[in-house]
């Protein structure tokens, strides 16, 4: 029994909108090293906390936390696509044990996400089928949100139902800090834009994901000429965050309300709750130590771009 954690920014505009290779370099370099941690700790079953954009969850049915018992990678932006190697009948028992807990999840047997969960399978474990993985969907987009305290409480149930585990477990959570790209609100769109959002878009036209693909594309792009164009970043937050996070005061964070974030770091940061639920449940493993921090404001992927690993201070690998 031991766990290990890592928690990094996603973006799907690596390779289409990209910063200086300085700075491409200096990402690189973090990630391989978090690679190499990683392949020594050499787990066993990952858990892997993520996001969605509207391309798995909609508002035809939009739970605030969802297990996979099965999942598939939509490809979007370039990325991976295909299944994960989800444990179903582990899936299956960390459901019951969250629910036994008292926090209500929903579960799905098709669960289909996008380069949220792709995205760091591909960097730190070399593929979608790297290793056994329960894809745990946070919703970070689609008002109304949950708030910190229940991705705490998720975590923490997770996190107690992976130490009766004999495995070595590895938490992942991937999600900007301070962002707000352009997503669409149902609140504020047209009819047809609301249908997608209602669910038509789980199977949109090769040309629609392409325009949609490209609006992104040139939102970033613009934000890199008008920092303004956007909902700025937030490294003065992001920072405080990640200090919270590696002094262990993760419950400090209840008290921040969905509209406060949103206003202080942009409305996309509620990605920062899936950081939120991988420490939680590494805290119930104990009090743990921190490395690999890293940050660094990178407009050119519209992110407070970050990296955070951690370990019990008892862990016996």
Known sequence: MSAYLHCLSHTPLVGHVDPTPQVLAEVDAMTAEARERIARFAPQ???LFGPDHYNGFFYDVMPAFCIGMAADAIGDFDTA???LDVPKALAEACAQSVLDAGVDIAVSYRMQVDHAFAQPLELLLGGLQGCPVIPVFINCVAVPLPGFKRARLLGEAIGQWAKSLDKRVLFLASGGLSHQP?????AKVDARMADRLMGSGRQL???ERQARQNRVIQAARDFVQDPHSLHPLNPTWDQEFLDTLEQGRVSDLDALGNDQLSALAGKSTHEVKTWVAAFAALSAFGPYRTEGRYYRPIPEWIAGF???GAQPL????
Do not use: F, K, R, T
């Open 45 to 47: 079953l990952i858990v």
């Open 306 to 308: 970050a990296a955070l």
């Open 81 to 83: 696509a295909g299944p």
């Open 314 to 317: 008892n862990n016996n690998y």
């Open 182 to 186: 352009p997503v669409p609100e149902l």
């Open 205 to 207: 036209p090769v040309d």
